[in-house]
């Protein structure tokens, strides 16, 4: 449910304009989620969420280093929250995740800058890793268990 609920923050600040907490808990609520104002400023806190000013005050946004950057630790987190199994074929990794956490997953996947990763496709509950090439598949597949702490 955290993984589901931070992708939400993620959406709503990057598409809405959030002055408060208490806006965000309320949009978070619209959305079906059940938050106080305490769960929604750690969220913030975990997301490294920053004020940037504009036209009308300052507003909630995600910092461009952190969207672009996935560290390990965070990583680890993020699969161990959401992702259900990790399979492949002799071309592609497919990453099964809770339903509603697929985007949050393969957004981390492609800002994490892993070797041989080309990109992802994210639907609901399912993930299609694209390798650059073959030869990185077992790499990244062992690096993906690894992150369900699975060998």
């Known amino acids: 449910m955290k993984a589901r609920r ?27 989620f059940e938050v106080t104002q305490a769960t929604v400023s750690r969220d913030i806190k975990e997301l490294k969420l920053i004020k ?40 592609l990794i497919v990453i099964k995740t809770l339903p509603g956490t697929a985007q949050a997953v393969a957004s981390a996947i492609d800002n994490s800058e892993i070797e041989g990763v080309l990109g992802t496709v994210a639907g609901d509950d399912t993930i299609l890793v694209v390798m650059k090439a073959r030869k990185y598949l077992r790499q990244v597949f062992g690096r993906f268990k690894e992150l369900i702490g699975e060998k």
């Open 6 to 32: 931070h992708f939400a923050i993620i959406d709503i600040v990057s598409n809405q304009r959030m002055e408060t907490q208490d806006e965000l808990c309320e949009e978070l609520r619209r959305r079906g």
């Open 52 to 91: 940037v000013p504009d036209e009308w005050g300052y507003r909630y946004a995600v910092p461009k280093s952190a969207a672009g950057h996935y560290s390990y630790d965070r990583m680890k987190r993020l699969f161990a929250d959401a992702v259900v199994a990790v399979e492949r074929n002799e071309s």
